[in-house]
């Protein structure tokens, strides 16, 4: 490159899902009810934590427990895999 020629930056997206209003209540009371909630997505891991705090379905202190929060493989992994309802056959990881 000569000159003052670059790059360009053309645009930078970020998007944020509203978590709708009743969804912290809905929580609090199932918790309350003694209802162990979990979330299951196949977001980013971060996304995840981010969202699920946000929700009230953990803390900021399970955020740092490794047992708390895991992705897909690892879940996979300490289920011993998973049977396909339709074939009655292990399922693979990307079943």
């Known amino acids: 490159m000569q000159g003052n020629e670059g790059l360009t930056l053309v645009s930078v997206l970020g998007i944020y899902d509203i ?3 009743e969804v912290p209540d809905a929580i609090a009371v199932c918790k ?3 209802v ?3 979330m299951i997505t ?3 891991i971060k996304t995840a934590k981010a969202i699920a705090e946000k929700c009230g ?3 900021e202190a ?3 427990d490794g047992d ?3 992705e897909g493989p690892e879940f996979y992994r300490q289920m011993g895999g998973l049977i396909c309802t339709v074939c009655k056959e292990e399922a693979s990881q990307d079943c």
């Open 32 to 34: 309350k009810a003694g």
């Open 42 to 44: 196949g977001d980013n």
């Open 68 to 70: 708390m929060c895991i």
């Open 19 to 21: 978590i709708r209003g």
């Open 36 to 38: 162990i909630v979990r």
């Open 57 to 59: 379905i953990i803390t």
């Open 62 to 64: 399970d955020k740092m």
